[in-house]
């Protein structure tokens, strides 16, 4: 029967507001496509300003400086003085967006998330590990990409920034293997620490595909930098009590193991929003301006 036809069609699958803002903002971030195929790095205006998420300067298509490799450059040079532009910008992000930078904006993110698609038998890491891995991002954070540029300053009086040379998956994947595969003379340069960058781009790529997002858990500074801002962000989530129903579909959904119904706004939360998507009772808001619902129909009546 026609209706009965009708009921079998399937919906076409939509973009969820989280891959559509990844998608716009990887294009936005390395949309200097011609790089890719020349092997060259932008060197236009741009390049002065900062995004909010690990981007590599040596990527071929990026269009703005990476805040972690700028962060170590001017710390890493006795010459710059304090970095005000660099922490005022990170500060920025952090206040106004917290982890959703993470969750929304970031490319290596997008890659961790596509990846862990691939249908394998997922790992659920024990919480006798998993708690103190998480750690890990803010020792990062202070060894690599601080103290040592600060204070580990070559005869020169410059330090090699750190975490890009020695860690940076996204620089290695965004900016080393593109690089490579265009230029034949860097190709013949790559040496063995390029090996070990390879190395560990494909040990976290690998994990992905068993564990939500290794590295965004594990080991980025960046994320252990926004993660400071998270409970005070002016980007919040929220859940409604009155209307929770305690079946915690939200806490086994969430990519990052946040005990939502305990603490929402975890700096862990990388703001994401499939909390909210799979809520029955629509009890999880997030945004700018979030409140409950009594809260919003009290402000319609007054109105």
Same mark, same amino acid.
């Given at each position: 029967m026609p209706g009965m036809h009708r009921n079998r069609v399937k919906k076409k699958p939509r973009l969820s507001f989280q891959r559509t803002?990844?998608? +716009?903002?990887?294009?936005?971030?390395?949309?200097?496509?011609?790089?890719?195929?020349?092997?060259?790095?932008?060197?236009?205006? =741009?390049? *002065?300003?900062?995004?909010?998420?690990?981007?590599?300067?040596s990527c071929p298509?990026? +269009?703005?400086?990476?805040?972690?490799?700028?962060?170590? #450059?001017?710390l890493g040079d006795r010459r710059s003085g304090f970095p005000f532009y660099v922490l005022g910008t990170l500060?920025?992000?952090?206040?106004?967006?917290?982890?959703?930078?993470?969750g929304l904006l970031c490319p290596f993110g997008l890659?961790?998330?596509?990846?862990?698609?691939?249908p394998v038998k997922k790992v659920k890491v024990p919480t006798l590990i998993d708690r103190p891995a998480r750690y890990g991002k803010y020792v990062v954070l202070l060894v690599l990409v601080v103290l040592l540029?600060?204070?580990? *300053?070559?005869?020169?009086?410059?330090?090699?920034?750190? !975490?890009?040379?020695?860690?940076?998956?996204?620089?290695?994947?965004?900016?080393?293997?593109?690089? +490579?595969? *265009?230029?034949?003379?860097?190709?013949? #340069?790559?040496?063995?620490?390029?090996?070990?960058?390879?190395?560990?781009?494909?040990?976290?790529?690998?994990?992905?595909?068993?564990?939500?997002?290794? %590295?965004c858990k594990y080991l980025c500074?960046?994320?252990?930098?926004?993660?400071? %801002?998270?409970?005070? =962000?002016?980007y919040q989530m929220h859940l409604d009590r009155d209307k929770c129903v305690n079946c915690k579909k939200c806490e086994q959904t969430c990519p990052m193991d946040?005990?939502?119904?305990?603490?929402?706004n975890s700096p862990e939360c990388i703001r994401c929003g499939k909390c909210k998507n799979v809520c029955p009772t629509g009890a999880i808001f997030s945004g !700018?301006?979030?409140?409950?619902?009594?809260?919003?129909?009290?402000?319609?009546?007054e109105s």
């Open positions: 803002m990844q998608l +716009l903002a990887a294009i936005l971030f390395n949309g200097y496509v011609i790089g890719f195929g020349k092997g060259k790095i932008f060197t236009g205006g =741009s390049k *002065a300003f900062c995004v909010p998420v690990l981007n590599c300067y298509g990026a +269009l703005g400086a990476c805040p972690i490799g700028s962060l170590q #450059a001017v500060m920025l992000f952090g206040v106004v967006l917290g982890r959703a930078v993470c890659v961790q998330d596509l990846l862990h698609k691939i540029p600060a204070f580990a *300053a070559t005869e020169t009086g410059l330090a090699p920034p750190y !975490f890009c040379k020695y860690l940076c998956p996204a620089g290695t994947l965004g900016g080393g293997i593109p690089l +490579l595969l *265009a230029n034949p003379g860097l190709r013949q #340069a790559a040496g063995v620490l390029f090996g070990w960058k390879t190395l560990v781009l494909a040990v976290i790529l690998i994990a992905s595909m068993f564990i939500h997002r290794p %590295f500074p960046l994320g252990a930098f926004y993660a400071l %801002f998270n409970r005070f =962000s002016f946040v005990e939502i119904t305990r603490q929402i !700018f301006t979030c409140h409950t619902a009594k809260e919003r129909e009290a402000r319609s009546g």
